[in-house]
């Protein structure tokens, strides 16, 4: 039911490479801008040319590419959704016709499109959160929003909470497939098409799923409170965030690249 080599979105893959060492704060700018970009591509061929540039980014990153793919099956429902309603309700062209269902070329080429998108942003946050601990991606949000605690707004809190619920979510995954592999070994059915039987199967994980993610998450509440997290208004950093030359001309080209997609790939 989970693959256990499958990469869980937001898990962290340590590391030497060069993206690895990328100051978070231009990470998470490069990937703000490549999203506005991609739901900018309008073509076939701008989804597959920015395919490759990622492809050649998780090869600098020496992230295992087949393990983000496999992770791609948590979005499988919203991805086979999205191309249904694509390729079913836009009017065009009918190419296939069976019953009151009607399949049309626009429908179809926008269901490619806009699964093809949603495939792609899963995989570009999942080479973020893979190349950037948690405690790095907190510290660079908390740069970014910074302006805003002149409007009041608790931008280190934020930041601190968006940083645990990433490193929550491959300790969850970790826990079912534990629990999966008990009860599988048990003689829980999680494999079958008996849909019941299966859903029966998953129920009795919830409880001792959310036993431990509780338990979890009052240990570490208790770990910031004995810290004193939150009474200092100024904290202070082992590893002060420090922007290069290199690290802003690679972040600079990367992002060249993806709008020369958008302007040369024909539409």
């Known amino acids: 039911m ?7 979105i937001g898990q962290y893959i340590p590391g030497r490479s060069f993206l690895h060492k990328l100051d978070p704060r231009l990470k998470i700018l490069t ?91 899963v995989v570009l946050l999942s080479i973020l959160t893979a190349t950037t601990p948690p405690i790095g991606l907190a510290d660079g ?42 009860q599988a070994a048990k003689g829980a059915d999680f494999d079958s098409w008996n849909l019941p039987g299966r859903l029966k199967n998953i129920t009795f994980l919830l409880t001792p799923l959310f036993v431990k993610v509780f338990y979890r998450a009052d240990a570490l509440g208790t770990a910031m409170y004995s810290r004193c997290y939150g009474s200092a208004e100024k904290r202070t950093r082992l590893h002060p965030l420090k922007i290069g030359l290199w690290e802003t001309a690679a972040a600079v080209a990367l992002t060249a690249l993806s709008i020369i997609i958008k302007y040369v790939i024909p539409g």
């Open 2 to 8: 989970i693959d256990d080599k499958a990469m869980a």
């Open 31 to 121: 990937v703000i801008i490549w999203t506005l970009l991609l739901f900018s591509y309008t073509s076939g061929w701008e989804l597959l040319a920015f395919c490759a540039l990622l492809l050649i980014v998780l090869a600098a990153a020496r992230v295992p590419v087949f393990s983000i793919l496999k992770s791609l099956k948590v979005v499988t429902v919203i991805v086979v959704v999205t191309f249904m309603m694509q390729a079913l309700l836009t009017p065009g062209k009918v190419i296939f016709h069976w019953a009151f269902l009607n399949v049309t070329d626009s429908g179809l080429s926008n269901g490619i499109i806009y699964s093809g998108r949603i495939l792609v942003l």
């Open 141 to 182: 949000m908390e740069s970014l929003l910074r302006p805003l605690k002149a409007l009041k707004v608790p931008v280190g809190r934020v930041a601190t909470l968006i940083s645990i619920i990433l490193m929550f979510i491959p300790d969850i995954l970790e826990q079912s497939r534990k629990l999966i592999r008990s």
